[in-house]
């Protein structure tokens, strides 16, 4: 039982290192579009998931804008249908430990 969670650590770790990888090089909003695109998700659908304005995703897409904080980042995962793993690696890659 305990190797069995062991072998999975190793696995998220080792997904976690690729997802780094991979976020690092694409920046911010091409991640974003890609995970939109996946989920077949307009601007206006993320919008109402996070409870904010067309204009603020229409930012973090098109200006360089980002979301505040930690708590933001955590918030557009979530909306964008993020498991544990996958939200973890897009908090490293944005600088959250």
């Not at 770790?13 to 890609?34: G, M, N, P, T």
């Not at 993020?82 to 939200?87: I, K, R, T």
């Amino acid at each position: 039982m305990v190797k069995d969670r062991w072998d999975l650590l190793a696995n998220d770790k080792q997904y976690i290192r690729e997802e780094l990888k991979s976020h690092l090089s694409r920046d911010f909003s091409a991640v974003v579009k890609e995970r939109m695109e996946q989920l077949d998700l307009s601007i206006n659908e993320l919008a109402d998931r996070m409870d904010l304005s067309r204009a603020a995703v229409d930012h973090w897409l098109n200006l360089g804008a980002r979301p505040h904080g930690k708590e933001g980042y955590k918030l557009l995962g979530l909306a964008l249908c993020m498991d544990e793993v996958e939200l973890n690696a897009f908090l490293l890659g944005n600088g959250y430990p």
